[in-house]
């Protein structure tokens, strides 16, 4: 499983770079397969909370929400996945972003889990 | 008589459970409920029964005893044999949707055609495997709206010539919803696109009906335009056997299309079951409620039917799906489809021109009546139409019943005061010139 170390992940399998890109991880695309559908929930422009619903993920076997990481304000919408949302399944770290923010408080992503502490969160749902 | 269990059996599954009778798995309700009185007749042989049902439904009056031009939502048509002789096969007896498409392939076919023909007739992209009737149909309709503007737009538009329950069972539907409802307050005299004076950027959806409840025909393209350009849907309610000749909503621009498909192939039945239709375009799919059947090829090549797209549905996306209903009318669904089919594209258009040529024969009549006139003389209609008597229409109505015609629907009860001396009159291929010319022959003794 591939969990980049410059990131930070949230227990829903988020993930975000501290420049406030925002995707899902390996693992979250690995549990969902073959994902055929992406719906975004916000629009760029939008104010959003930590926790509040960014998109909506659907594969063949189960439709997932997406929350922000962190609150902040919607700069991106990687609108490319709505007509390729298998680059999640290919790329999640990379092409599938799905938005990017401008992070409130940098400080907030002390708070999300680092590499190490992710891979043990996975190794213990395993 | 039918004994599930024996005493023995009983008894072993109360002491495994750790109970000493039955009685005391009913303590949590409070004792004063627990056991009341049921009152009931004494029992009676199922000969006894049969007997006393026989002469209960004998009381019952139906169009088979009638002479009917009662419509208002439920018309009497002609149902071929050959429906509910399909309808009747082992294979398809069953009011569900299947999940197991390996042992479902019949049904899951049907569906499919079905899902094919309202697409056809309403001139929509995708339709959905039925909802439980029209009434429900257009609740689904606004509470998808809803859903599309991710509930930025809590307002939906009800046109007042918007069937009087599908707006009172869409208003219960969705109760406790932040969806809140407007329109329907304008007189029914008023154009449809009075309605325009509610659409904002707070509009979901605007919902009208095509014919309308007083059977008129509105052409709304130019409706379907002006709510666009604020951002909003249109929906349109259909009676689905007028499409058999009538320009589809789809060409008009409706977001949404649905119907109470009762008039193809399914007996008017004292109200049920009816089938609610669902369409709309592609791009909404995925907030459609309901089953989606599609095509596929299975692992031989082989064309192929399976339930599709179901992470839409509430048993994967639960509290977020848009809709908790997920099943469907499936054997009224068949006989839509078997009714479809027996006529076929021709077929339907001259079941839907006798229906149209036979009520303008009556219109022309009832008008020339004195102290008789059609209440929307400038309007088109299609096999009904609201005709202005002489004097209340419910009391015209309770005195041609005592003389088995079913004259209408009087509009009063549901249009208040203003409609107190106007009949709702439909007239389907079911009746004859001989029939007609005796309900306008009835109504002109009424002064």
């Known amino acids: 499983m591939n969990i980049p170390q410059d990131l930070k992940y949230t227990k829903n399998d988020e993930w975000i770079k501290p420049d406030g890109t925002v995707g899902i991880s390996d693992y979250a695309q690995d549990q969902l397969s073959d994902v055929v559908f992406v ?17 909506t993920v659907e594969s063949v076997k189960a439709a997932a929400d997406v929350y922000a ?58 | 008589m039918y004994s599930p269990l024996t005493q023995a059996q009983r008894q072993a599954m109360l002491e495994q459970i750790g109970v000493a009778r039955i009685a005391d798995l009913f303590q949590d309700v409070p004792e004063a409920y627990r056991y009341p009185a049921l009152r009931l007749p004494p029992p009676m042989t199922e000969m006894e029964v049969a007997e006393e049902l026989r002469a209960l439904a004998e009381d ?18 002609y149902v071929p044999a050959a429906v509910d002789a399909i309808l009747s096969r082992g294979e398809f007896y069953t009011a569900y949707t299947p999940y197991q498409p390996e042992i479902s392939q019949g ?41 599309i503007f991710r509930g930025k737009r809590p307002k939906v538009v009800l046109s007042p010539a918007l069937h009087p329950h599908y707006r009172e069972t869409t208003r219960t539907y969705t109760q406790g919803s932040p969806i809140v409802y407007v329109g329907d307050d304008l007189p029914p005299d008023a154009a449809p696109e009075a309605l325009l004076d509610w659409v904002d950027d707070t509009t979901a959806l605007v919902m009208v009906q095509y014919p309308d409840f007083f059977g008129r025909i509105y052409d709304f393209t130019a409706l379907a335009e002006a709510v666009h350009a604020r951002g909003a849907l249109l929906g349109v309610a259909v009676n689905p056997l007028a499409l058999g ?21 399914i007996p008017l039945s004292f109200g049920g079951p009816y089938l609610g239709m669902f369409a709309t375009r592609k791009k909404y799919v ?75 024969y009556a219109a022309r009549q009832l008008a020339a009546l004195p102290g008789y006139r059609l209440r929307f003389p400038e ?43 106007v009949l709702l009159v439909a007239v389907t291929e079911m009746n004859t010139r001989a029939e007609i010319d005796l309900l306008v022959e009835a109504l002109g003794e009424v002064h």
């Open chain 2, 60 to 77: 019952n009056e139906t169009v088979r005893d009638l002479v009917s031009f009662l419509g208002a939502g439920a018309y009497n048509h």
């Open chain 1, 39 to 55: 719906e975004f929930v916000v629009s760029e422009g939008d104010e959003v909370e930590q926790g509040d619903i960014i998109a």
């Open chain 2, 286 to 360: 995925r907030k459609m409620a309901g089953r989606l059947v599609g095509q596929t090829v299975d692992s031989r090549g082989q064309r192929a039917f399976v339930l599709t797209l179901s992470a839409r549905e509430q048993h994967i996306r639960r509290e977020r799906a848009t809709s908790n209903i997920c099943s469907n009318q499936g054997l009224m669904t068949l006989a839509a489809t078997v009714y479809l089919s027996l006529l076929g594209q021709h077929g339907l258009r001259h079941v839907a021109e006798l229906n149209y040529h036979k009520a303008h």
């Open chain 2, 245 to 265: 000749l009538l320009k589809p909503p789809g060409e008009m621009g409706a977001d949404i299309v649905t119907g109470e498909g009762q008039p193809l192939g």
């Open chain 1, 69 to 126: 990481p962190v609150s902040g304000k919607v700069v991106a919408v990687n609108e490319e996945l709505t007509d390729k949302p298998e680059l999640i399944n290919e790329d999640p770290y990379g092409k599938a972003w799905l938005i990017k923010l401008e992070i409130a408080d940098p400080a907030a992503l002390d708070e999300l889990m680092d590499a190490a502490a992710y891979e043990a969160y996975c190794q213990s749902r395993a």
């Open chain 2, 107 to 147: 049904t899951l076919q049907a569906l499919f055609e079905y899902q094919s023909m309202v697409c056809a007739l309403t001139g929509m992209e995708v339709a959905n495997a039925s909802h439980y009737d029209g009434a429900t149909a257009v609740a689904e309709a606004a509470v998808m709206a809803y859903h």
């Open chain 2, 379 to 421: 309007t088109p209609f299609f096999n009904e139409f609201a005709l202005h008597c002489p004097a209340p229409a419910d009391e015209i109505a309770a005195h041609l019943l005592e003389h088995d015609i079913l004259a209408g629907y009087p509009l009063g009860q549901a249009y208040g005061e203003a409609f107190r001396d």
